[in-house]
């Protein structure tokens, strides 16, 4: 059954709320620049919040659609969530080449560290290779990965010149010293244990789920959790944030952009912010490679 009438009074109200709504923030700019519109300001907004309570239950109805999300996917486990996330990465291996970008405090640039990747998600053993170049394309560090049961990552380390392996005690470690580790930049928490949905958020105006991964006690990190703000429509986390056992953020990982390769997409710029020293590296992905079977 159709009911034109209520669709067209809440067309018309949500347009009256659109305008309304510009109007004030308007009135807004204007009382700062102008103290004397102060006591006007005050009575007007007043009269607004005032008249909402005074509004016909279709205006309410109208007034709650159009505040609410709108068409949200229904909230899953932590467990599922995470698993969508392993499931989106590429199963074919990649090369990517790029650079880590050391920003200070304003924002300025003041080192560019070239690295490389390889990496085989989709094998049946999930690997990865990372390697930290000089200006002149040596390698200075070099870092193996394996997932062989998830959680418990196996890791070889080369550094020094020449180039030897050495023993690395865990990936909170930093890398060529910068304020990075290899942690951060290998994204061992993905084959964690223990995911908890602990609520849901928008990140640069995507829908995120929560979650939050604890770190493996007999790893030796310095953080007690990772949360990771996931979006369901892609499979891929937005943000990553290390926190303390008070819930403090310690350190945040948060996508910039994604690149897209057949159906899959791809993290393909992300910033590491120290929330401490407010030090920032940016990894800038410059090129990207599927190797395919010949």
């Not at 919040?49 to 999300?69: D, H, M, N, V, Y």
């Not at 953080?223 to 008070?246: C, K, Q, S, Y």
């Not at 403090?248 to 910039?256: F, H, K, M, P, Q």
Request: proline share 6%; hydrophobic share 40%.
């Amino acid at each position: 059954m159709y009911f034109p009438m209520p669709t067209l009074a809440v067309r018309r109200f949500s347009n009256d709320w659109k305008n309304g709504e510009k109007s004030f923030q308007r009135l807004e700019k204007s009382r700062e620049k102008f103290p004397m519109i102060g006591k006007t300001w005050r009575k007007t907004s007043n009269d607004w919040k005032t008249s909402l309570f005074r509004l016909p239950t279709i205006g309410k109805l109208a007034l709650a659609s159009f505040l609410l999300p709108i068409g949200l996917p229904e909230a899953r486990g932590g467990d599922e969530l995470m698993a969508q996330v392993r499931a989106a990465l590429p199963t074919i291996p990649l090369q990517l080449s790029g650079e880590l970008q050391s920003r200070d405090r304003r924002g300025n640039i003041v080192r560019v560290t070239p690295v490389e990747m390889n990496l085989d998600w989709g094998a049946a053993i999930p690997q990865a290779q990372y390697m930290v170049l000089d200006r002149f394309g040596a390698t200075q560090e070099k870092l193996h990965v394996k997932w062989p049961d998830r959680a418990t990552p196996e890791f070889s380390w080369w550094s020094g010149d020449p180039l030897t392996e050495q023993s690395l005690a865990d990936l909170d470690q930093s890398i060529a010293g910068l304020d990075l580790t290899w942690a951060d930049l290998s994204w061992s928490f993905l084959w964690w244990d223990g995911a908890r949905r602990i609520g849901s958020e928008r990140v640069r105006g995507r829908y995120c789920e929560i979650v939050e991964l604890p770190a493996p006690a007999d790893q030796g990190y310095s953080f007690e959790a990772v949360r990771l703000w996931i979006d369901p429509a892609v499979g891929l986390f937005m943000r990553a944030d290390t926190v303390d056992r008070r819930g403090r953020t310690l350190r945040r990982i948060e996508v910039r952009s994604l690149q897209r390769i057949d159906d899959l997409w791809m993290i393909q710029n992300l910033d590491l912010l120290n929330q401490q020293t407010r030090e920032r590296v940016t990894l800038r992905i410059r090129d990207l490679e599927a190797v395919r079977d010949p």
